[in-house]
Every structure is written in structure tokens, then in C-alpha cells.
């Protein structure tokens, strides 16, 4: 890939989101390593971004994912650019990418953030056997698939066949390639913050808390894991909880609980998990990689999941960092914030190696290299 063109249907600048965030930071690494011009809708700040070309070049409306007036705009500006690569986020647009394809010749790849019919079945979305027929084929057709987490791409060759060769590995990145070094200075300023004493331990999620899994998952430290620390006698704590649209149900709901704090949203999230001991990741249901889990570990901070938050992590690099617990065990769950929330226990360097972001574009594009158009 030496000059791409990548679509990406919805705003993601400024990001808000953990897949905004993985859309973001993507197109501005890849944008310092080739000449990458990105199209998209309205919404998104052209002024942030600083490696690439951003082109207001999608409609707002959702008939943009069935406006076929896009394959002539976009055959024609393939041409006129003279690109060799376009880059597909998500699959959802896989039969206009066809038809560019057609007219182009150019090679076309699907970056997908998680075997999509699997997450809205999980949701319990009455169409995900629609979705499934159609992301399939898509899999199948497409010249090759950028894939976050190594479950969806062992899924894609195993279950569906798909080619592995063309199954190329793409995970959330972090831009430390080290521990930081000021999370004593991020904790202080948080305790000031909060008024959260000397001896507490800080406990934190954060995620956009409109979001179904993690609605679930901040009920689940409400109503499971929050009265259970509650009973281990010794063990002072606050758990922080940060993100926008947290529903009324919830706020009432952290009503009498004296050791949780709703921050809201804020602009300091970075600081907010570099001051915490441990990061909860209660999640039951949802798809992909938890980004925040990546950043979390990255930051030095010990992660607590249950074994579906888990997925789409390359464990083995992230040694004692990562605690994984069965699904629904609020006992276990419990317990192993108690026993981890006062280790001092380094993230492996092999950590960084994986997941840092100029070392995830330069394997990307090597992996690339041997990508073909396949014939219609």
C-alpha cells in the first residue's frame, strides 16, 4: 500500500468512543507511513486531521449506505488519484466495493472491528442471520481483511473458510512504548479531584455508557461487584466511573452507594486510568477488542475482566496485568480486585513490542505486500 484511499461511513473526529478512538488513531499512523486520503461525512473535524486528507464525501443521512450514486464518485476519484488500495471500514459497504472494484481494478480491503453478526446477535437483534449471510460473502470476495482480534480471524479461516493469507492482523494500538512515568502525579491529582484518601484504592471504568454491554456492565459493579467489596473487611476503595449518557436507571441506582463516583465525561480519561490500581471490565456481551483494556495495560494499570471482556487480547503478552474470571462469578470477580489491587507488577515489555502503534502500521503494511485483486 503506497497511496490509499480508505471509506469510513460516520463520524469519528473528535472520537468519543473506544472505535472511534481505534478509527482515529489508525488513519493518523497510517497516514505518517503512506499518502492516505480518507472519506467521510460532515461530522468529523477535518482540522484534526494531520497526516491525512479528510474529505467531506458521504451524506449525514443513513441513505448514504445505499446511495448508488457513490460508485461512479468513487470509480471516479480512484482513477483521477491514481490509488492502488481502498480500505472498507466495517463490511457494511461491501456491495458498493464491488462495483468500484469492477470499474477499478483496484484492490479492496475490509477492515472490520469484530465478526459484526455476532456482536448484534448477542445484542439480540432479530436480523443478525441476515448480516451473517452478507459479511460472510463479503469475507469471501474481498481482496483481504484487516482483523483486530486474533478469535475473529482464527473465526473467519476456521468457520468460514476464508483464505489466510488475505486474514491480515490489525489491533487497537497504544503510542507508549514504555510505562509512563507520571502516575504518581495522575493519582495525586485524582485523589485531590475526588477527595479520595491515601489508603483507598481507586477502581475505575470508563466507556460510552449509552452502550448496551456497557450499561450491563456498570450494573453488574452497582448491583454485584460493588456490594461484595463492600463485605472484605479491610479493603478501602473508590471505584470511579467515567463516560457520557449514563441512563437515569443507573445515576438513581448509585444512589446510597457510598464508595462509587460518577465523573461523567471527561477530556483527562488518560489520567484517570494511569492514577488507578485496577481497571474493571465487567462486560457480558458486545464484540471486538475492549480498547480501553489495551490502553489500561499499556498505562501500567492492572486490568480485571470477565472471560467474554477478555476476548480480542493477545494474553500471553500481557503476563500478570490482565486477571481473567468466569463470566457472572461476582464472588471470584471480587475477590481478585482485593488480592491485585496492591501488587507492584510491570507490564511486560513485549507488551509494547505488540501493541505499539508504529510497530502494528510497519507489520501491516509488510503483511500487505502480497495482496492481489481477485477476478470477478
Not at 489466510?164 to 514504555?178: E, Q, V, W
Not at 502516575?183 to 495525586?188: E, L, N, P, Q, V
Amino acid at each position: 500500500m503506497k497511496k490509499v484511499l480508505a471509506i469510513a461511513p460516520y463520524s469519528f473526529l473528535p472520537y468519543h468512543s473506544g472505535g472511534q478512538k481505534f478509527i482515529a488513531q489508525f488513519f493518523h499512523h497510517l497516514g505518517s507511513k503512506v499518502n492516505l486520503t480518507v472519506l467521510s461525512v460532515p461530522a468529523n473535524d477535518i482540522n484534526l486531521a494531520t497526516t491525512y486528507q479528510l474529505i467531506h464525501f458521504l451524506k449525514e443521512a443513513r441513505s448514504r449506505y445505499y446511495d448508488s450514486s457513490l460508485v461512479k464518485k468513487i470509480s471516479a476519484l480512484v482513477k483521477e488519484g491514481s490509488y492502488d488500495t481502498v480500505i472498507w471500514e466495517h463490511p457494511y459497504y461491501w456491495w458498493l466495493a464491488k462495483k468500484v472494484r469492477a470499474g477499478t481494478g483496484i484492490t479492496s480491503i475490509i477492515h472490520t472491528h469484530n465478526i459484526e453478526y455476532q456482536r448484534f446477535r448477542s445484542m439480540g437483534k432479530w436480523w443478525w442471520p441476515i448480516l451473517e449471510h452478507y459479511e460472510r460473502r463479503a469475507f469471501k470476495e474481498a481482496d483481504g481483511i484487516f482483523f483486530i482480534t486474533p478469535e475473529d480471524k482464527q473465526f473467519a479461516i476456521d468457520r468460514w473458510k476464508i483464505e489466510a493469507p488475505k486474514c491480515i492482523d490489525l489491533p487497537f494500538g497504544i503510542d507508549n512504548n514504555s510505562p509512563p512515568g507520571d502516575r504518581d502525579a495522575c493519582r495525586k491529582m485524582i485523589q485531590e479531584k475526588h477527595g479520595i484518601g491515601e489508603d483507598e484504592r481507586i477502581l475505575f471504568f470508563n466507556g460510552l455508557l449509552s452502550y448496551k454491554p456497557n450499561i450491563d456492565a456498570v450494573n453488574a459493579i452497582i448491583k454485584d461487584i460493588d456490594p461484595k467489596l463492600e463485605t472484605r473487611a479491610g479493603f478501602s476503595y473508590r471505584i470511579l466511573i467515567c463516560g457520557k449518557d449514563l441512563p437515569e436507571a443507573q445515576i438513581a441506582a448509585l444512589n446510597g452507594r457510598k464508595n462509587i463516583i460518577y465523573a461523567g465525561f471527561t477530556s483527562e480519561i488518560d489520567s484517570y486510568c494511569k492514577a488507578s490500581d485496577i481497571l474493571l471490565n465487567p462486560v457480558l456481551s458486545g464484540g471486538g477488542i475492549k480498547t480501553k483494556m489495551v490502553e489500561a495495560i499499556g498505562y501500567g494499570t492492572t486490568v480485571i475482566s470477565t472471560t467474554t471482556g477478555a476476548i480480542g487480547i493477545y494474553k500471553n503478552a500481557c503476563g500478570e496485568k490482565l486477571v481473567i474470571v468466569p463470566d457472572n462469578d461476582w464472588d471470584s470477580f471480587a475477590n481478585e480486585i482485593v488480592n491485585n489491587s496492591s501488587k507492584e507488577i510491570t507490564t511486560p515489555a513485549a507488551y509494547y513490542q505488540l501493541y505499539n502503534w508504529q510497530n502494528i502500521i510497519d507489520n501491516l503494511l509488510q503483511s500487505t505486500k502480497h495482496l492481489t485483486r481477485q477476478p470477478e
